[in-house]
């Protein structure tokens, strides 16, 4: 997959402590662990990454750290 893929790592996806870091996929791994995004968590990788955060308008394009 290309490095510029838009990416996500969630965790504790629906809870009140959800933390989220979107990024693009080849600063991911680097990102979630500086983040400390721990289990349970999910990836998520494409399109649907890109999409979700595009109709969010407040945050940033690709940096958004929960």
Avoid at 6 to 18: F, K, M, N, R, S
Avoid at 34 to 43: H, K, T
Wanted: hydrophobic residues 45%.
């Amino acid at each position: 997959m290309c490095p510029d893929t838009p990416a996500a790592a969630i965790e504790q996806g629906a809870l009140l402590a959800q933390r989220e870091v979107t990024v693009e996929l080849g600063t991911l791994p680097a990102r979630a662990a500086s983040e400390r995004i721990g289990s349970p968590a999910i990836i998520l990788i494409g399109d649907v990454v890109a999409q979700a955060y595009s109709e969010w308008s407040e945050a940033p394009a690709m940096e958004r750290a929960g």
